[in-house]
């Protein structure tokens, strides 16, 4: 079964259409690098999946769920890093951790070891006493994937989640993704074109809201490849998007 099936699905805001009938799938444990370049739709994309929005046309199914029918069912199976992570500045971290693992019906035995075992993973055991407001963005940031994390859930749709790192904290949630392939299944936006080399196998460009390419990485690379060699993914994303 597909953790993550999208059959026909368009967002249209208006008279502008932000998704136009979208077709992807994703096996469980794949990591899909969802590209695009700014406006091409990703972020409404990872709302319509988590269910943050309704679509205009189309289906989209979430560990067989239909995220509009069901849509409790398919938040317990989704660990969301939007864009803006929804961060409590003025809470601690782990006061804010617990709080989300409490809404995420984390069982209040385990609540504890569950926080402190994101917190390992995300690099914020240090800071667990401090106020979210007073830490730097890149450590907001790793709040933010924190959350996502917890209770484990089996999806995780991650928008821009090495955005403001330093290069070194991305490396680490570099790392971190990469770990997660096999057990979760991800749906992982960026603009950092490297880093979906290191951790997708898998890569779908959207460009006004369509599809341009979805294949393998390397089978884009043999795709794109000419005379002079075989294309980068840069080289690639800069062709399709251009127009
Ligand atoms: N609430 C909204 N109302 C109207 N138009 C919107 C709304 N949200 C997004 N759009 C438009 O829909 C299109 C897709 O936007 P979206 O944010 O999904 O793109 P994106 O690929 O995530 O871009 P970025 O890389 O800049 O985050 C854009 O043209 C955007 O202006």
């Known amino acids: ?49 988590t269910g943050f929005l309704p679509p205009s046309e189309g289906t989209a199914r979430v560990a067989g769920f239909d995220v509009f029918e069901h849509p409790l069912e398919v938040k317990r199976r989704i660990g969301y890093l939007p864009e803006t992570p929804p961060l409590y500045p003025e809470m601690t971290v ?12 984390v069982p209040g035995r385990g609540l504890n070891a569950e926080v402190e075992r994101v917190a390992g993973l995300t690099g914020l055991s240090d800071v667990m006493g401090r106020l979210i407001q007073n830490l730097s963005k890149g450590y907001q940031q790793r709040v933010g994937i924190a959350q996502a994390l917890l209770g484990s859930p089996p999806v995780l749709i991650l ?16 790392a971190l993704i990469k770990g997660l392939a096999g057990k979760h299944t991800v749906l992982l936006s960026t603009h950092i074109l490297p880093e979906v080399t290191m951790t997708c196998e898998k890569v779908l460009i959207l460009h006004q809201g369509r599809v341009v390419a979805y294949d393998t990485l390397r089978k884009l690379e043999r795709q794109h490849s000419g005379a002079d060699g075989k294309a980068s993914l840069e080289e690639i994303f800069i062709r399709l998007t251009a127009a």
């Open 94 to 105: 782990v006061g804010y951790l617990r709080f989300v693992a409490r809404l995420k019906q």
């Open 159 to 174: 928008d821009e989640p090495t955005e403001g790192l330093d290069p070194s904290q991305r490396a680490e949630v570099r």
């Open 1 to 49: 079964m597909a953790m993550i099936e999208v059959r026909q699905l368009t967002k249209r805001y208006r008279e502008r259409v932000a998704v136009d009938h979208l077709d992807f799938s994703l096996a469980e444990g794949e990591i899909l690098g969802f590209l695009g370049p700014n406006g091409a739709g990703k972020s409404t994309t990872m709302k319509l999946l």
